[in-house]
């Protein structure tokens, strides 16, 4: 591989990295470690850790009480963070200077994707964990890291489809167009989830049900609909540990399971449907892959129910959704190649 290539592996592992740490920040409660941005208690360097230091802090934000092991996580997902934004950057440049212009196209949206990231992250923190702005800062790392992963497989493209150039795989295009209409469906169908579970999480609804396959000892629990998806506009408000009631967090966890069946079923038979139809081992190997991923997340996501949301197994639950997501990709990615060289 090309220089290139570990660069951008080493970005896209970064980038995962963040995504877990930033589970692991939200689930451990130290989402507002720092009650500003893009310091802590004024600190850009380092955060108040002795009697003096803490006790001014708490002065100059009032109400505000230092926890310096929540402080510190909080500063070192944003320190990593930074650093990642200018990995991405320092992409765009390479692709720009090398006249690349279609990845230079991607990688550029990617850099203002970032600092679009990075003013939901400030918002986050001013806007005291307001549902939608956490749920949408979720779903923006997993579309860097996705972005990220699509310019790596462009990147290597002619090495990719050599096989399939070379060899007759006896596919009709009416049949790879309809493959390809169902992967694109099933990434969408993802990507609900992936937001609905932004919102279960954002809303703190993972535990609303306790119990599985029922929810509160009932195939159908008393919920709120109505209030589970509105969205507060108010902006001073602490939404730390959630301020719906439980039949609105019900219906909010509710949905993301019976969402869940609808998403497993389409990841299934894609898998299916790409395995059987394209006879080449890349493919197999990523319908096999999909599946793998596909029952990890679903075995997570029982086990945060059955064992009470363990942060581990949540963090876990985040980044396999990533890797999940990737999967999906790299499978749409393919397919479409393979009805350009068919």
Same mark, same amino acid.
């Given at each position: 591989?090309?220089?290139? $290539?570990?660069?951008?592996?080493?970005?896209?592992?970064?980038?995962?990295?963040?995504?877990?740490?930033?589970?692991?920040?939200?689930?451990?409660?130290?989402?507002?470690?720092?009650?500003?941005?893009?310091?802590?208690?004024?600190? *850009?360097?380092?955060?108040?850790? $002795?009697?003096?230091? /803490?006790?001014?802090?708490?002065?100059?934000?009032?109400?505000?009480?230092?926890?310096?092991?929540?402080?510190?996580?909080?500063?070192?997902?944003?320190?990593?963070?930074?650093?990642?934004?200018?990995?991405?950057?320092?992409?765009?440049?390479?692709?720009?200077?090398?006249?690349?212009?279609? *990845?230079?196209?991607?990688?550029?949206?990617?850099?203002?994707?970032?600092?679009?990231?990075?003013?939901?992250?400030?918002?986050?923190?001013?806007?005291?964990?307001?549902?939608?702005?956490?749920?949408?800062?979720?779903? !923006?790392?997993?579309?860097?890291?996705?972005?990220?992963?699509?310019?790596?497989?462009?990147?290597?493209?002619?090495?990719?489809?050599?096989?399939?150039?070379?060899?007759?795989?006896?596919?009709?295009?009416?049949? /790879?167009?309809?493959?390809?209409?169902?992967?694109?469906?099933?990434?969408?169908? *993802?990507?609900?989830?992936?937001?609905?579970?932004?919102?279960?999480?954002?809303?703190?609804?993972?535990?609303?049900?306790?119990?599985?396959?029922?929810?509160?000892?009932?195939?159908?629990?008393?919920?709120?609909?109505? $209030?589970?998806?509105?969205?507060?506009?108010?902006?001073?408000?602490?939404?730390?540990?959630?301020?719906?009631?439980?039949?609105?967090?019900?219906?909010?966890?509710?949905?993301?399971?019976?969402?869940?069946?609808?998403?497993?079923?389409?990841?299934?038979?894609?898998?299916?449907?790409?395995?059987?139809?394209?006879?080449?081992?890349?493919?197999?190997?990523?319908?096999?892959?999909?599946?793998?991923?596909? !029952?990890?997340?679903?075995?997570?996501?029982?086990?945060?129910?059955?064992? !009470?949301?363990?942060?581990?197994?949540?963090?876990?639950?985040?980044?396999?959704?990533?890797? *999940?997501?990737?999967?999906?990709?790299?499978?749409?990615?393919?397919?479409?190649?393979?009805?350009?060289?068919?």
């Amino acid at each position: 591989m090309t220089k290139l $290539n570990y660069y951008l592996l080493f970005v896209i592992s970064i980038t995962f990295t963040v995504i877990t740490l930033g589970a692991y920040v939200r689930l451990s409660h130290a989402g507002l470690g720092c009650p500003d941005w893009p310091g802590c208690y004024g600190f *850009l360097v380092g955060v108040p850790d $002795n009697a003096v230091e /803490i006790a001014s802090a708490e002065s100059a934000f009032e109400g505000s009480i230092v926890d310096i092991a929540k402080a510190w996580k909080e500063m070192v997902h944003r320190y990593l963070a930074g650093f990642l934004g200018i990995f991405i950057f320092i992409i765009s440049f390479i692709f720009y200077r090398n006249n690349a212009s279609r *990845l230079f196209g991607i990688s550029l949206f990617v850099s203002v994707l970032v600092i679009f990231q990075a003013a939901l992250g400030m918002f986050t923190v001013t806007l005291q964990l307001q549902p939608l702005i956490v749920m949408l800062h979720l779903v !923006g790392g997993l579309t860097i890291i996705a972005l990220l992963w699509l310019i790596f497989l462009r990147y290597n493209k002619s090495s990719y489809f050599g096989e399939i150039t070379n060899n007759n795989l006896n596919i009709s295009i009416a049949k /790879i167009k309809r493959l390809q209409f169902f992967a694109f469906a099933t990434l969408i169908v *993802l990507i609900m989830q992936i937001m609905l579970g932004g919102w279960t999480s954002t809303n703190y609804a993972a535990l609303a049900c306790a119990d599985f396959p029922r929810c509160n000892n009932s195939w159908w629990p008393q919920m709120d609909f109505y $209030n589970a998806f509105i969205v507060e506009l108010a902006t001073d408000l602490n939404y730390e540990f959630g301020r719906l009631d439980t039949p609105a967090r019900v219906a909010i966890h509710f949905t993301h399971r019976a969402w869940a069946i609808f998403a497993t079923i389409m990841v299934l038979l894609l898998s299916i449907f790409s395995y059987f139809t394209i006879n080449s081992i890349h493919q197999k190997i990523l319908s096999l892959l999909l599946v793998l991923f596909l !029952g990890t997340q679903v075995l997570l996501g029982v086990l945060n129910i059955k064992l !009470g949301l363990p942060i581990l197994v949540a963090v876990a639950h985040n980044g396999n959704a990533a890797l *999940l997501l990737m999967c999906l990709v790299t499978q749409l990615f393919f397919i479409k190649g393979i009805r350009n060289n068919t």
